[in-house]
């Protein structure tokens, strides 16, 4: 089903696809494709800061939030720091339930498993729900070259799935998209009527189209909230039933499930699902909240632990504390270079701050743009429900590219230079009046073309705060 | 090695120093209570979740769940004390063609308006998703203040499913614009029953 339709412009496609030179990501120029279209990129910026404002109402509603904050990190914290043994405790649990746990080193392991399972029960018909960890896994390419439909049953999912595209945010994956877009895509597909752009309209289509494909699904997959090692059972969270409804009617079961998404019992399941929707949407909570412990009668369980390069992240004293994240997206909405700059020109699963610390330990080279993709203004940090130090941890990978040599020729300059500048007053003086010299020489119509553009161009100033300083305080003194 | 005992040996390399696991117990029972009456708390939170909600006595529970529903309706019961039009299917797919399921939640959360339905509750599940309008009836009694609360009520080792339900399914994946009724039911009427009779 991720084939590209014919209807689909070239130009529309390649818009959803991240600027790669020489096999990293261009953030920049992603974003400059994105910010091209003034209109839309002030009404993305302005969509996502109502959804950060209905999370600051939700949260200020609740008298105990921050120390909500604090127990959900000590517990991921917990969790993490004994995660080996709250594995096992898991797996024993689930399998006493009568699940069948599986376990996936990679991604590649993952998708085997999936097919393994599916072809066992002769399942050519699958229906999703959303789960970042299978887009992670490039689940839906890799079955349907094997002749499994896969249906993303998200509306926003099937929306992307349908136009050939990636999902842009995690929690709202047709965030970048007008409802004349979706219109247009819904004609294309679902045959709803030329210029039809009416949300509930153009909703109630997807619901017939959906049900159809829930009825007849011979397997579902989800993925996983939240896992409770103590009883072996997990939750699935969703505002459209979708996942209830897969899970419900088709006779096989599987959950993908990320080794960091336990939790040691059932009681701390009240924390963090009364942040997770209130940081997400602003709702005190999600309208489904599913907590599967066993397999109804005559259906199959599978639940599928992956690594894919977690334990790697658990063990660099930086960045394993990324690994408490709940995927609310509080962090995406509130950032000021994500709202302006799309989740496509990420070009990677999971866009904005935390998709920035969570990739570049995944591949440094592939994704070295996107720690700087960053005002390291740290709102994500005061916004992230489990107290991830996001901007903490962008700075740190910063670092890390330009050791590792990654970081561009003008960001490995200007490194350099101010390296060597800023331990030595004198030089950092002398270098001033330079820079000073220099900016009034230099026509603006030059800067502003190159490391000016897109950035305001003060008027530089008569002299350094140095020189203000000797003549205004030390003397005066 | 398997992947199992690899992904286990990595993890166990990996860990970072033990970090104490925070007392919720306790951290949950210092923070007040909200005053005031708890039902009517958990009424408002569910109609901002987008449902509706009526109020009577336990013994005229059917009456007033026959008035919210049209003679013409599919429905199908398993409550004790409401009939529906049909027996409850075996088979989840049945519940396509139903017009009103109708089920009792043995916990109401008032800090949010969500019910929780055990599997126990629910028959074969699938009523609860693909009926088009959902009925749940809630006692007055049995609404915890917020989710700490109503989880230490839950008895996990004789369920194999429960569900919080807070409202009608609803989507805002286009343009944010929300919509009642995506997948799931496009109704959700609660029912809250006082067990004295008025």
Known sequence: MNRTRPGLGVAERRSALPVLTDGRVDHAAGAQRFTADEARTDWHDESLWMVRQKRDAAASKVPEWEELRRLASGIKEHTLSHLDEYLTQFEAAARRNGATVHWARDAAEHNAIVLDILRASHATRMVKSKSMLTEECGLNPFLAARGVEVVDTDLGERIVQLRGEAPSHIVMPAIHLKREDVGATFHEHLGTPAGESDPTRLTIAARHHLRERFLSAQATITGVNLAVAETGGFVVVTNEGNADLGMSLAPVHIASCGIEKLIPRAEHLGVFLRLLARSATGQPMSVYSSHVRAPRRGQALHIVLVDNGRSTQLGRADFWRSLKCIRCAACLNTCPVYRRSGGHSYGSTVAGPIGSVLTPGIDLRRYAALPFASTLCGSCTAVCPVQVDLDAQLLKWRAQVVQAGHASSPKRLAATVAGVALQSPRLYEALGVVYRMVMRLVPARLLRNSWGKGRQLPAPAAGSFRQWYRRNREGAA | ?198
Not at chain 2, 132 to 160: G, K, P, T
């Open chain 2, 1 to 198: 090695m398997s992947a199992r005992d690899t992904i286990l040996a990595a993890v166990r390399g990996a860990r970072p120093a033990a970090v104490e696991l925070p007392n919720v117990t306790d951290a949950v029972r210092s923070w007040p209570l909200p005053a005031g009456d708890i039902a009517l708390r958990f009424l408002s939170a569910a109609q901002a979740a987008g449902a509706r909600t009526l109020e009577c006595s336990r013994a005229a529970l059917a009456a007033t769940v026959a008035s919210a529903v049209p003679n013409e309706w599919l429905t199908v019961s398993l409550v004790p004390d409401v009939h529906g039009s049909v027996v409850p299917p075996d088979q989840p797919h049945a519940y396509a063609s139903v017009d009103a399921f109708i089920c009792e939640g043995t916990l109401g959360v008032a800090e949010n308006g969500a019910i929780w339905l055990p599997a126990s509750r629910l028959g074969c599940r699938a009523g609860a998703f693909l009926a088009q309008h959902m009925i749940i009836v809630l006692d007055r009694q049995a609404i915890a203040e917020r989710l700490h609360e109503a989880y230490a009520q839950i008895d996990w080792a004789s369920e194999e499913f429960g569900i919080f339900v807070a409202g009608p399914s609803k989507t805002a994946d286009i343009e944010q614009a929300m919509v009642i009724g995506a997948h799931g039911p496009a109704a959700l009427t609660i029912v809250l029953t006082t067990a004295v009779v008025t």
